[in-house]
């Protein structure tokens, strides 16, 4: 695995990947180690459909790569988990180092849609290793933590690191995570529609403890 969250993860949810050795503690990953990795074309179409690689016995129509950027803590992996798992990680905070990724197949109108979804680390220090990956994403989750002002006001940086690094027609959706600890909001749902509204992107607001809607 590429990185992190050893005590939170699930046995094999979570495909392999090589790491470099840890300068301190946890391990890291190089760029390229994990697949499909930044050397894929730029997004494109999306990819048609096959039966995956590596297990799982999933098949479906087409499949498209999802990222999730944002500061550390506003909750990238406790989405990503409770998406794939229906799981909230509950419990002790620890940081992603590096990227891992987790792959979803959902029925939409009756097609098989296979989401990539890469989980990036929020730490400044894991940027350049982050980077590499946007480019042959498909659509990005920016997440910011409503009871995080920090959080929110990063969203502009985040912004302008999409623009470097993404395609011109990547889809870019911002949301509003934790929304569940309403007494402690320190962000505005207009603040953020505004944002988004400058930003051009969609926002959602939502916490990951909420039941998902049934399938
Ligand atoms: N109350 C509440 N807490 C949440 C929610 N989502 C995540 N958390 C908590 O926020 C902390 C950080 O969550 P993570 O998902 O690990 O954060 P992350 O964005 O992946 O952080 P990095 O890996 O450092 O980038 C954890 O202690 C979670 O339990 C939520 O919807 N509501």
Request: hydrophobic share 40%; with cysteine; glycine share 10%.
């Amino acid at each position: 695995m590429s990185r992190k969250k050893t005590p939170k993860s699930k046995a094999g949810s979570a495909p392999a990947t090589s790491a470099l050795p840890a300068a301190n503690g946890p391990r890291s990953v190089r760029p390229g180690t994990a697949r499909p990795g930044p050397k894929a074309p730029p997004n494109g179409p999306p990819q048609p459909g096959r039966s995956s690689i590596g297990g799982g016995g999933d098949f479906y129509d087409v499949a498209f790569k999802v990222m999730l950027v944002g500061d550390s803590g506003v909750g990238k992996t406790c989405l990503l988990v409770r998406f794939k798992d229906g799981a909230f990680l509950a419990g002790t905070f620890i940081s992603t180092v590096g990227i891992d990724f987790r792959n979803k197949v959902v029925d939409v109108d009756g097609m098989k849609v296979k989401l990539q979804i890469w989980d990036t680390a929020g730490q400044e220090r894991f940027r350049s290793v982050t980077h590499a990956y946007y480019r042959d994403a498909h659509a990005l989750l920016l997440l910011y933590d409503v009871t995080n002002k920090a959080s929110f006001d990063s969203i502009q940086a985040w912004l302008m690191e999409i623009q470097e690094h993404a395609q011109d027609d990547v889809v870019l959706m911002l949301l509003g995570n934790k929304v569940d600890s309403a007494q402690e909001r320190a962000v505005k749902r207009e603040e953020a529609e505004k944002l988004a509204k400058g930003a051009e992107t969609a926002l959602h607001q939502g916490p990951q403890r909420a039941p998902l809607p049934a399938a």
